[in-house]
């Protein structure tokens, strides 16, 4: 057992735990996009989860930090949040706000975390960059919008987790990165048909089940 | 003209073919771990060109990896590319001191002129358009190559010449042919 402290609440806890994970299972919320449950090492790709950890320099991706016994752990600081709302602003610069056409309105981890930070949806100061498609209907059950993509890529681990493989994969690199797949791949001998945990687990609107 | 589109479809696929076909015999040389993705497309693209869509599926079931990894990963490094290469392969710099000096600006010139993207090969085979970082001679940036020739100072008024004199090559290149032919 370890004995931790988070903003001031003493916590206890198993030693070695994934610190993201006891902060949300105590109700203290930590904006995160790319976690999933049943990563066996966390993807930390997302730029998120940041909070401080005393005796740690700079604030860290709490996905990443594994609890110690008398940590002390901050999660609400000027340099976490400033961290945090710039990621997000990033990330919102490269998807294009059409909230209201968009199937994940509402229920989107995206706007939540916009809520939570006070950062507006239309963040000043960036110039938007889109990809020159919109709708890519390449899968043959899925229609994927790369203005939405926030690129956690969970679709494509939760896929190959289920089945050891996936016909989902990033494609192309840096600010033209892409989730795609190959035309002609082998799809049949996956049973994304009546298998869709790729779209249920996208936390934008990205994937929808044609 | 139809024909002659036709024709040079039918003889894209033949050659497709027989790039395949060679593909598979040689692919069989090479381990069926996943380090030798990477050293297949390079053989690949070495011996080829460029990575047909069928390689990507047969590397992919060597391997046993499903085909969208492979292309993932091809897409990834810009030393893949996915066309044959034009009979003039069109390199544009954009390295620091060519991108100071507007080289994007030479890019698209090319892209309007030919109608094609970077990375895509003219219907006729003709040209290929690339973009590529330092040539080394920054002091002439911004600077384009075109097959093996350095043209350095470009400028968006240039590329229209530079063009029409392949063309005007071409064609006589053609006459002398056709003029040789018909003295024999």
């Known amino acids: 057992m370890a004995k931790i402290v988070i903003d001031g609440a003493e916590i206890e806890t198993e030693e070695g735990a994934n610190l993201l994970k006891v902060c949300l299972d105590n109700d203290i919320y930590i904006p995160n996009l790319c976690r999933l449950e049943t990563d066996e090492t966390p993807h930390a790709s997302c730029r998120l989860c940041f909070v401080e950890v005393a005796g740690y320099k700079s604030p860290v991706p709490s996905c990443t930090v594994a609890v110690t016994d008398e940590m002390v752990v901050k999660t609400d600081t000027e340099p976490v949040r400033r961290l945090q709302k710039t990621g997000l602003r990033f990330l919102l610069s490269t998807h294009k706000i059409e909230c209201k056409d968009c199937p994940a309105n509402k229920q989107c981890e995206l706007q939540d975390i916009a809520k939570f930070l006070k950062v507006g949806l239309k963040p000043k100061g960036l110039k938007q960059r889109f990809h020159e498609t919109d709708v890519d209907e390449r899968h043959p059950c899925f229609t994927y919008y790369p203005n939405r993509c926030v690129l956690c890529g969970k679709c494509i681990r939760v896929c190959r987790q289920e089945h050891g493989q996936s016909t989902l994969t990033f494609a192309r690199r840096g600010i033209d990165t892409v989730v795609s797949c190959f035309q002609g791949d082998d799809i049949e001998k996956l049973p994304c048909e009546d298998y869709r945990a790729c779209a249920a687990i996208c936390p934008v609107g990205a994937l929808e089940v044609k | ?184």
């Open chain 2, 1 to 184: 003209m139809e024909d002659d589109a036709a024709a040079a479809t039918a003889a894209a696929e033949a050659e497709e073919k027989a790039i395949l076909s060679d593909i598979e015999q040689k692919i069989k040389c090479f381990g069926k771990d996943r380090g030798r993705l990477i050293p297949i497309l390079q053989a690949i693209q070495e011996e080829h060109q460029y990575l047909p869509e069928g390689a990507i599926q047969m590397v992919g079931r060597h391997l046993e990896i499903p085909a969208s990894e492979v292309y993932g990963v091809a897409t990834f490094y810009n030393a893949f590319r996915f066309n044959p290469p034009g009979k003039h392969p069109i390199k544009v710099c954009l390295g620091t001191a060519c991108h100071v000096r507007a080289g994007d600006i030479i890019l698209e010139n090319f892209e309007r002129k030919l109608e094609i993207k970077e990375g895509q090969t003219t219907p006729d085979r003709e040209f290929s358009i690339e973009r590529v970082a330092c040539v080394g001679c920054c002091a002439l940036a911004p600077v384009a190559l075109i097959g093996e020739t350095v043209h350095g100072h470009m400028a968006p008024s240039k590329v229209e010449g530079l063009l029409m004199r392949i063309q005007i090559e071409k064609e006589k290149e053609e006459r002398e042919r056709k003029q040789d032919e018909s003295a024999q």
